[in-house]
């Protein structure tokens, strides 16, 4: 885990303020590494009963709830748009792939809008 944030804080020039993830990555030298950085560590227990008492604590449930959120999204856009498996070799190639997968569910997104937007002028989105 270490690496991976030096490599993104490095390459976007910014210093996280918390860090989010599920099970995986939960031991005590996580923990500790990012609690001496000062960074929120909000790395999902794996014993459920540390979990629940961690759920307690408002930012972290607040977190947990919206890594959950975000990861049923993204499972819903790979396995939807970008295709079991997805058949591109290459990074150039699957990076054209998901650029397209992009574009396709924001047309489907807009289109549902405009759908809804004709049934009832009145409706926002």
């Known amino acids: 885990m270490r690496p991976s944030v030096e490599r993104v804080e490095n390459g976007l020039a910014i210093s996280l303020e918390g860090l989010i993830t599920d ?3 939960d031991n005590k030298t996580n923990v500790t590494w990012l609690e001496e950085r000062g960074t929120f560590a909000g790395l999902c227990p794996r014993d459920p009963r540390a979990l629940r008492e961690a759920m307690k604590d408002a930012d972290f449930a607040h977190a947990q ?20 498996p997805m058949r591109s070799e290459g990074f150039e190639n699957r990076a054209l792939q998901v650029a397209w997968g992009v574009l ?11 759908a809804r937007a004709a049934k009832d002028p009145r409706a926002t989105g």
């Open 104 to 114: 396709t569910h924001n047309f489907m997104g807009a289109g549902g809008e405009t």
């Open 65 to 84: 709830r919206r890594r959950a959120q975000t990861e049923a999204r993204i499972a819903i856009f790979k396995n939807e748009f970008l295709g079991r």
């Open 23 to 25: 099970r995986g990555f």
